[in-house]
């Protein structure tokens, strides 16, 4: 028996060669510019996502197109998160620069690790192998860790990388575990033969039950679910501003597109197993983000316990296991994402060179010292708590809508009471700018770089709110 040989279509992976090569170049770059000309490499950064961004339009198909022996695969849904995972990641290297500057660590190696960590998202949102998640998922991951530890003078950072790194290496092993259960029940580590031999195996199979929730643990763990959130506060507040920013927005989109490969698409026949574990996480992820936010004083440990509750949001729609349910969840993460990213922009807009203003009291009075960006944190603050016309109201309400419409009301009444819980800790930082006296009477300087893009960034909130037809359009279209 000779098994042939299918040369791959490389023509459909050159977003990723696109961005490897470009990674190279910026690396090797790097080591010839002096420190006074570091920002030729962020210009470099910023050119390789545009030129990515170019070629992954030129080469998207219209329908799923496999190649690579299958491991890979190009479609609508892939190249429109691929586009946004660009965007945000372009914005939050711009954000990044100024303080990366005022810490004397504005250095190329954030820049490199940031485009290894885009092509670890990329290759996780086109994976359609065991093998090609896990490969994709180790990039990013291990991109992730050196980034939280990149300050290496900070002490904090330090301890928030580590715990990352056991973490996250306990999480690995348990989705690596429960894939090799999959395998051993089906024979195969490609997505679509193993949906095939799922459908045809008895859906209460011991071994498929177990590695079910192996896998379903590892995602958990990656997307930032309750019970397994615990690395979330603790990196968050411990990584450098600008990291955490990097991790609470695009890897989020990422997450969402291996729920979709791993259980939607290789895993659709289990989805009675995999839906009772998602309404337990979602409802967890809910109560426990909500709740213990509203005790947080620290902005970034607020914003991340904030995160875990929006990752239940996320998680509602997805075990709808309706199109109108994934391209909700689909919106709710892209639109989260801008909005995520844009309030951890807005500590970097407050911090100086020697204070990193993450804490609440340091929004006292904001409006006094800065109308304008108090303002775009308002509109922020009222797009998490989904509040109209901004964007996190539609976001909420196509969730809410899609549990509705398979008949768990009692599910989309538990979200909302958990989100009316969520309002306080969001109007409570809108009371701190607006109606406290302010600690420092100096007006806030702002750069006019920083103060563009926050701006546009909060303003995009409200105009996707105001309009979302286009974007809900775009999400829908992907799963018809």
């Known amino acids: 028996m000779t098994n042939s040989f299918a040369m791959p279509d490389f023509a459909l992976a050159s977003p990723e060669i696109f961005l490897l090569t470009m990674a190279c170049v910026v ?9 006074e000309n570091r920002v030729l490499t962020y210009v470099l950064a910023q050119l390789s996502l545009l030129g990515t961004l170019i070629v992954t339009i030129a080469v998207a198909p219209t329908e799923a197109t496999y190649t ?24 939050v290297f711009l954000y990044s620069r100024g303080y990366l500057k005022d810490r004397d660590i504005f250095k190329g190696e954030y820049y490199v690790l940031g485009l290894f960590g885009v092509l670890g998202m990329m290759i996780m949102v086109s994976a359609h192998n065991f093998l090609t998640i896990y490969l994709g998922l180790e990039l990013l991951s291990l991109s992730v860790y050196a980034m939280v530890a990149f300050h290496k003078d900070s002490l904090q950072a330090s301890e928030a990388a580590m715990k990352y790194f056991i973490l996250g290496a306990i999480a690995s ?20 033969e193993l949906a095939t031999a799922i459908q045809a195996k008895d859906s209460n199979d011991v071994v498929l039950i177990f590695g079910l929730v192996f896998v379903v643990v590892g995602l958990a763990f990656k997307l930032g679910a309750v019970p397994f959130h615990m690395w979330v506060p603790d990196v968050y507040h411990g990584a450098p501003t600008s990291v955490t920013m990097y ?11 291996l729920f979709m490969r791993l259980l939607v698409e290789g895993m659709g026949g289990l989805h009675a197993g995999w839906q009772d574990m998602l309404i337990i996480l979602s409802v967890l992820s809910l109560a426990v983000g909500n709740i213990i936010a509203l005790a947080q004083t620290n902005l970034k440990r607020m914003l991340a316990y904030s995160t ?13 296991g309706t199109k109108a349910g994934y391209s909700a969840s689909m919106f709710y993460i892209i639109t989260y994402a801008a909005t ?3 309030g951890f922009a807005l500590i970097i807009v407050l911090s100086r060179r020697d204070s990193e203003a993450d804490n609440l009291s340091d929004l006292k009075g904001l409006s006094r010292r800065s109308p304008w960006i108090a303002f775009m944190m308002l509109l922020l603050m009222f797009s998490m708590t989904g509040v109209p ?18 008949d768990m009301v009692w599910l989309a009444a538990v979200a909302v009471g958990f989100s009316v819980i969520g309002a306080f ?19 806030l300087e702002v750069s006019t770089e920083m103060n563009i893009a926050f701006s546009m960034n909060s303003l995009a909130v409200l105009f996707v709110g105001l309009f979302p037809g286009a974007l809900i359009a775009m999400c829908a279209a992907v799963f018809i």
């Open 27 to 35: 690396l090797i770059a790097d080591l010839f510019i002096n420190d």
């Open 68 to 91: 690579f022996s299958g491991t890979y695969v190009s479609d609508p849904m892939g190249t429109l998160l691929k586009c946004v995972i660009y965007l945000v990641i372009a914005m």
């Open 173 to 192: 092993g348990m989705l690596l575990y429960g894939m090799s259960m999959f395998y051993g029940a089906t024979g195969t580590l490609d997505l679509a």
């Open 247 to 257: 991790i609470s927005s695009a890897p989020k989109i990422a997450g969402f597109a």
């Open 308 to 320: 875990i509750s929006h990752v239940g949001f996320i998680l509602l729609g997805i075990l709808a």
């Open 340 to 342: 995520a990213m844009a």
């Open 389 to 406: 016309p901004t964007v996190g109201f539609y976001a909420k309400l196509l969730v809410l809508q899609a549990i509705v419409n398979i």
């Open 425 to 443: 800790y969001y109007l409570r930082v809108i009371k701190l700018m607006f109606f406290d006296e302010p600690e420092a009477d100096s007006p």
